[in-house]
């Protein structure tokens, strides 16, 4: 297979699921280093393809999917971290990045894709085993998210719980 057979295999591959394809899986697969799909995935995005890397791997942008979006601002605490992501994704929502503004770097942004109570659970679990601190710690709780949702209602309903437990920042 050469390289422009490769990079379609890769677009097919990641238009088809909805579930991410680490770099090093895909190169064992393609009998190609891990770097060649480095460059593969650049190369793509080069070619305007909306391909996102998150920690479980590469995905297809929901923008390609006519998702319904809006970002939101969250203000609380990092023990409610878990609790905002669940009830995101109970009404069936993708919380697909956490964006703080921070005073020395700007804007810093974090790919999440998180779709699922397993993907909660697991994102969870990384902060714990890892001890890291979420980036909400450097900005007092304050932070955003871009949300997207299949349809109008189903956003609807994820902006009313998360404004009845008071995770939305108000006017």
Known sequence: ??????????????????????????????????????????ILRAEGKKII?????????????????????????ADDIEDELKTVVKFGGIIEDVIIEHSVYG?????????TL????????????????????????IHLHTISAENDDIMDNITTELKNKMYLLSD
């Open 1 to 42: 297979m050469n390289s422009k057979e490769r990079r379609k295999y890769i677009e097919d591959l990641l238009r088809k699921t909805n579930t991410p394809h680490k770099g090093h899986v895909l190169s064992e697969e393609l009998g190609v280093t891990r770097q060649i799909i480095v460059k593969d995935i650049a």
């Open 53 to 77: 890397a998150t920690p479980e791997g590469y995905l297809i942008s929901n923008e390609e999917k006519n998702l319904v979006k809006k970002v939101m601002a969250f203000c609380h605490k």
């Open 107 to 115: 804007e810093l942004k974090g790919m999440l894709m998180i779709k």
């Open 118 to 141: 397993y993907d909660v659970e697991n994102f969870i679990k990384k902060i714990n085993e890892h001890k890291a601190e979420p980036l909400l710690i450097l900005t007092g709780g």
